[in-house]
C-alpha cells in the first residue's frame, strides 16, 4: 500500500511561487513513476507533470513547461513540484499520484488513468 501526503498549496498572487510537496510512504523509488495532477472547479482532472523515478526522466503538460519542474528526493521520500510565473488559470486543488508495479517499462505518462495511488489534494488559489 502506498500512502501520498500532499503540502504546500496556498493562495498567491499572479506571478508568484509555490512548492508542492507530497511525502510517499515507503520511498519514492518504489514507485514507477510518479506525477502530479490537478483538478479546477468544474472540470476534470489533468496531468500536470510526472517523472519516472528510477531515471529521473520527466513529463510535463504544455500549459505547464517553462514555470514547473517536479523532482524527488529519494533520501527524504518526497516529490516536489516547483511553481513559478503562476497564474490564475492555475488554480486547483493539487494531487500527488504513484504507479507501483512489479514491472517497470519505464515510461512517462500524465494520464491519470496510468496511476494506481492518490494523496488527498492540496488547494492552489491564485489570484490576478
Known amino acids: 500500500q502506498v500512502q501520498l501526503v500532499e503540502s504546500g498549496g496556498d493562495s498567491v498572487q499572479a506571478g508568484g511561487s509555490l512548492r508542492l510537496s507530497c511525502a510517499a510512504s515507503?520511498?519514492?523509488?518504489?514507485?514507477?513513476?510518479m506525477g502530479w495532477f490537478r483538478q479546477p472547479p468544474g472540470k476534470e482532472r489533468e496531468g500536470v507533470a510526472a517523472i519516472v523515478t528510477r531515471y529521473g526522466t520527466t513529463d510535463y503538460a504544455d500549459s505547464v513547461k517553462g514555470r514547473f519542474t517536479i523532482s524527488q528526493d529519494n533520501a527524504k521520500n518526497t516529490l516536489y513540484l516547483q511553481m513559478s510565473s503562476l497564474k490564475p488559470e492555475d488554480t486547483a486543488m493539487y494531487y500527488c499520484?504513484?504507479?507501483?508495479?512489479?514491472?517497470?517499462?519505464?515510461?512517462?505518462?500524465?494520464?491519470?488513468?496510468?496511476?494506481?495511488?492518490w494523496g488527498q489534494g492540496t488547494q492552489v488559489t491564485v489570484s490576478s
Open positions: 499520484a504513484a504507479f507501483r508495479t512489479p514491472l517497470c517499462a519505464g515510461v512517462r505518462s500524465i494520464q491519470p488513468g496510468d496511476y494506481n495511488y
Open positions: 515507503g520511498g519514492t523509488r518504489s514507485n514507477c513513476r
